[in-house]
């Protein structure tokens, strides 16, 4: 009988271990996120319990792995749509952000990449119309160049420089609208004479001329972008995202130096030896210490 009551005991721990277990893994906290749309044909917001084929990037894999004690779920849609999500909810990530002051006052962010400068998008038959300045193009000049007309997404950022001169110009040639963040949309209005030119970032270009997709187009380097861009992971500001951030952070500093991440997240899409020496610089420092604001 002593050994039945024993073995009774036992068989109740061991089902009480395993409910607690279970218990644990079900009461997880759960990161949303947020995934740019890469087509307009899509809902403004499409919600996955799993992660989308062909949108997970290298950077967004890195993050579940090590974080294994959340659940990640994850949603598409356009920028603008993203960080309306990031305001109201207090448990919504996003990997693709650039710097926006602005987006201080409802996330917290940490730094994670490097891009190269911003370009200027075009048709070939425009060319000619262009002053340029040793095959460089100055936006300013352009943005009153009555005889152009161009466009980009609302919520798209170009970096600090370009930011705060198409901030300077609204009564540019340059329109403003809730365009998809791979911009599939503008450049086709390009393409088809609709519009005459876009500022878009090098990889997104790359992506498009590698297809042939828009073989009318070209790309100028601008000249007062001058300074590589710095990329985001940006989390709800709330005591969830500060704790989430945090971890982020650490993540980084990790691994930003690594061969693998160095390639996937900042070089995959350049051949530019004097952006390589910015990425390994930039690995370099921030290696060293948390960077969180």
């Known amino acids: 009988m002593r050994n039945l009551k024993l073995s009774f005991a036992g068989f109740l721990m061991g089902t009480g271990l395993s409910s607690f277990a279970w218990a644990a893994e079900s ?7 947020g995934i740019p749309s890469e087509s307009s044909m899509k ?4 919600f996955k319990t799993k992660p989308l084929a062909g949108k997970d990037s290298f950077m967004l894999e890195l993050l579940r792995t090590n974080l294994p004690s959340y659940h990640h779920e994850y949603f598409t849609g356009n920028v603008q749509r993203i ?3 990031i305001q109201k909810s207090k448990n919504t990530c996003f990997t693709v952000s650039l ?5 201080l006052e409802y996330a917290y962010w940490t730094p994670y990449a490097i891009l190269p400068p911003p370009i200027f998008v075009t048709r070939k038959d425009v060319l000619p119309k262009l ?3 040793d095959g460089k193009i100055s936006l300013m000049e352009t943005f009153e160049d009555r005889k152009l007309k161009g466009a980009t997404g609302y919520a798209r950022s170009f970096g600090p420089e370009i930011d705060a001169l198409i901030k300077k110009s609204k009564d540019s040639n340059l329109q403003r609208s809730s365009f998809d963040f791979f911009s599939q ?3 086709e209005m390009i393409s088809t004479n609709r519009i005459d030119y876009t500022i878009e970032h090098r990889f997104v270009y790359n992506q498009y001329n590698r ?14 972008a001058r300074n590589p861009l710095t990329t985001y992971v940006v989390c709800s500001r709330s005591a969830f995202g500060h704790t989430v951030i945090e971890k982020i952070d650490r993540i980084i500093r990790e691994n930003v130096d690594t061969a693998e991440y160095k390639s996937k997240n900042m070089l995959n899409n350049f051949g530019d030896a004097d952006f390589e020496l910015d990425v390994k610089k930039f690995a370099k420092e921030r290696a060293k210490k948390a960077t969180i604001e």
């Open 83 to 85: 960080l309306m999500e």
């Open 99 to 103: 710097e926006d002051r602005s987006r």
């Open 211 to 224: 297809s042939n997709q828009f073989p009318n187009l070209a790309a100028l380097p601008i000249m007062e």
């Open 185 to 187: 949309n503008v450049l």
């Open 27 to 33: 009461v997880k906290e759960t990161i949303h996120w």
């Open 43 to 46: 809902p403004p917001m499409e």
């Open 131 to 133: 002053k340029l300045h």
